[in-house]
């Protein structure tokens, strides 16, 4: 019997720092709620807006798989291995922090702000060499169609992380569905609907909403208005 559990996007941790404008979907430096600490390996999924000019100062982070989608605008990334680049609305950016390493990211813009996605995935391997990498997608890929972003395996589709994770975008027009089949046993899903509305089975969701779903081989995704967006995280349930 299919498990679920549904996160309506007014329940999210809210921190406003002025500069930064982040709604954290589970607990996350100051918003701490025993009953939003993970969803599996998935630990944190951050829906961030950085006001031109600014970002985050060099900070560290340790064994853990963090990949950034940028929504709109762009961002500058510096880190200790030595790493310098802009992500961009298309693009998706990947780091293995492993050991240990230190980054900054910042919005060079003077006149647009920045909006992305953090996410943070326990990684199935610990210390392992930090690593970074980022790619440039087609977004007209994800049409009508899921469109692989991330996946455990350096020659498949998309960036990898150290966890048999599987990430996927669509844009859908109204009316539209498909299925996703789960690529591994005991994996659940979590869903969140960057636009637009959507349903997931039965189930309504409308944009920034997100639905865990877990004991289930496949789910059914239907779009409820034009140019809907949904991001599909499936990971595996114990960390």
Partial sequence: MENTVLHKANTRGHANHGWLDSHHSFSFANYYNPDRMHFGVLRVLNDDRVDAGMGFGTHPHDNMEIISIPL????????????TAVIKKGDIQVMSAGTGIYHSEYNKNKDQLTKFLQIWVYPNKKNVT????????????RHNTLQQILSPDANDEGVWIHQDAWFHLGRFDKDFSTAYDLKKSGNGIY????????NIGTIQLSERDALGIWD???????ANTQDAEILIIEVPMSV
């Fill in 130 to 141: 930090p690593r970074y990498d980022q790619i440039t997608l087609n977004e007209a890929d």
């Fill in 216 to 222: 289930t081989n496949s789910i059914t995704i239907t």
């Fill in 72 to 83: 709109e605008g762009d961002l500058e990334h510096k880190d200790s291995m030595g790493n």
């Fill in 191 to 198: 869903a969140f609907v960057i636009k637009g509305d959507v």
